[in-house]
């Protein structure tokens, strides 16, 4: 595993955590409850900075950045379950922070799927869960044969636009064979992701965009199957609430005050 070198480790004293050889800077801000944000693929805590702002009016917020993202270094290995260790680290050390009660687990997109993942396997660890536009136990899988050739163009052109923001708090560092590969196991994972929902007794609310996949070509097929996950859902767990967004996937950057209401409500 690669460990931090001199260079990307945090100032002293800077609050981190600790997975896999990793240093992982976390962000603390605000009062009121606890709250952790976790960011998804290819998302920082620096593009989420409008929402975060938001939600430290009435909230203590700790943020971090998945390995590879942000202020996070590179490591040997992107996968689910490696990224759901830097979740269990941080939220471990947010534990340690004698806050005087779980934080709510506000998960975007894979910070959403990984939120699922933690809370089923540490009962009580959080006060309850804010799922957005992520953690959807969608009926077909996404990355079909007819569609990895353009998916593989979009993520080879993503790749190279990262390149701008190396040495930034926006830095991604995945490649985008390591993009693809992480986006075909999140549809296995999503494939599974009901039975975890049955495991969790805290309060969930998920937020969702309309169109998750934007507008035209095969988006409409992408978005048919994203509403059909959410209903397949909620018919399996009614308890869940479920608000919907006119907003494609890019929602927590178009819609942060509206969503940081509903994050408020539903903290509340």
Not at 7 to 35: K, V, W
Not at 137 to 146: A, K, Q, R, S, W
Not at 154 to 182: N, Y
């Amino acid at each position: 595993m690669t460990s931090p070198t001199s260079t990307n480790r945090p100032p002293s004293g800077e609050l981190t955590a600790h997975h896999d050889g990793l240093t992982i800077p976390l962000s603390r801000g605000g009062r009121g409850r606890p709250l952790v944000l976790c960011p998804g693929l290819n998302a920082t805590q620096a593009d989420l900075g409008e929402l975060i702002e938001l939600l430290r009016r009435d909230h203590d917020v700790v943020t971090f950045d998945l390995r590879g993202h942000g202020r996070t270094p590179a490591a040997d290995r992107y996968s689910f379950e490696a990224f759901l260790g830097d979740l269990d680290a941080v939220i471990a050390r947010v534990g340690r922070l004698g806050l005087g009660e779980p934080p709510v687990l506000v998960g975007y997109s894979l910070g959403a799927d990984l939120a699922v993942h933690h809370a089923a396997r540490h009962p009580g660890g959080v006060a309850g869960l804010v799922l957005i536009d992520g953690a959807n136990p969608v009926p077909e899988p996404f990355l079909t044969e007819d569609v990895l050739p353009a998916f593989r163009a979009m993520w080879t052109e993503l790749a190279a636009q990262q390149q701008a923001r190396r040495g930034t708090p926006r830095q991604v560092l995945l490649t985008a064979r390591q993009i693809l590969d992480l986006n075909v196991e999140i549809d296995v994972v999503r494939s599974e992701i009901l039975s975890r929902y049955s495991l969790i007794d805290r309060p969930i609310s998920m937020i969702m965009s309309t169109s998750m996949a934007g507008e035209g070509g095969p988006a409409a097929r992408f978005n048919r199957n994203w509403r059909a996950g959410v209903e397949r859902l909620v018919r399996r767990q009614p308890r869940i609430a479920t608000t919907w967004l006119d907003a494609d996937h890019g929602l927590v950057f178009t819609h942060a005050t509206e969503i940081a209401r509903i994050i408020r409500q539903a903290a509340s």
